[in-house]
């Protein structure tokens, strides 16, 4: 079996990382001329990290990053602490995995690495002009056909295999938000010779304060040498842009009556883009025959539940386990435990296509649900000041993440239906079921 992966970002390195290990052939195609990865910090919750340790790339990845030891929500106007949860080994014990922070090219070159080393081609300058269904190909622009048993649309909210598999383009529309993302090293941040500053560069913490309209993240990344700051307000970039680079004074301007330690953080930012957040209507399918798509590509996600890049690897770990149980069981003619009543009625292609039809019945509700509680999240982050907002403030003064930690109940409990499913055992059940289906129809 083999499969073409357009697109090699991280959810489609996870992917040809878990097809490579099910021993399928991989080919990633990427559009840019050279390996590079854009972006400043990243987090990875313990469902990304259980993909990570199911991957063996655990150590690494905490060698490179740091186990979150705190979440920390402040209040907007005066830096005031609403809560302080506690992460660390709590969050690994529940979950099994710990919350990492890390700079987003560290861990994409630890993806890189391990999918070249496993034996994933990748070819770069690799731009797909269209994407034939029937006979699972691409075309590229530079005219070769690469043909595959599958392919996956790995290419971000602009996937140009979406635009293939649906005839039309189904562009993702502005959410009314945009973040602006900076980072510094502990050197300018120390320069500003101020306790308070020098406190949070102490911790191994994501800090957040929240604000109406406005809440802003910021962590350390690369073992405390650097920090990330992310700074999200209503959107103000021109309809069709999608990153901008910003003028300092008005983001400035725009933090001018928040806590003075953030005002400050903000002061050391030498230059900054502006990215517009965007989301993606629902797609009424994800899968095309023997074409799949993942990540962005199907479910973009505001980022305001952490979830976005894990949701990502999720679905290229989950399509690599569900191709290679079809390998295994199917397609392969040295495995004598075929059954040949299926092989007989259905042919290698009808097979793939129910795989990945899995894929998403696996997958849909999972990200839907994460999506949905990002977008609930913007709205419990933004609250304008008045009544809610006081309400809102105590309740999170009992939160928690884990069951530990959590006085609420429901807090601990909706993050355990994103933080502590195990999807890999999901797939492999949903698998289990169809190959009973499948047996009982071609007896029948």
Known sequence: MKVVIVGGGLGGLACAISCRREGIDVEILERSAQVHEVG???QIPPNGGRIMREFGLLPQLLEQGSQVQQVNFRRYRDGRLLRSMPFGDDITQEFGAPWIIIHRVDYYRILLDE???????????????DVYIEQPAVLL???????????????????????????SPHSPVPTGDMAYRATFSREQLEALDDEKVNELCQNIAVTSWLGPEKHTIFYPIRGGKEFNLVLIRPDNLTLNSRREQGDIEEMRESYANWDETLQKLVSCVPSVYKWKLTHLSE???????SVALLGDACHPTLPYQAQGAAMAVEDGAVIGKLLGLLQIHYLDPRNSGNDPAISARYSAQQLTGDVLTLYEKCRKPHTTRNVHGA???RKLFHIPD???QMIR???LGYAGVTRKSDWTWLSSFR?????????????????????????LQAIS
């Not at 999918?115 to 002009?129: T, Y």
């Not at 530079?142 to 598999?165: E, L, P, W, Y």
């Not at 797609?283 to 025959?289: A, F, I, K, P, Q």
């Open 415 to 439: 993050q355990a239906q994103t933080l502590g499913r195990d999807v890999l055992k999901d797939c492999e059940k949903v698998f289990e079921d169809w190959e009973s289906a499948l047996f």
């Open 393 to 395: 403030d105590f309740v």
């Open 283 to 289: 797609l009424e399918s994800w899968t095309y025959g």
């Open 375 to 377: 977008i609930m999240n």
């Open 115 to 129: 999918a070249v080393r496993l034996g994933a081609i990748l070819q770069l300058g690799a731009e797909v002009k």
């Open 40 to 42: 400043a910090g990243i």
């Open 141 to 167: 622009a530079d005219g070769r056909c690469i043909s595959a048993d599958v392919v996956v649309g790995a290419d971000g909210q602009m996937s140009t295999v979406r635009t293939a598999v649906l005839g």
């Open 386 to 388: 008045g009544f809610l």
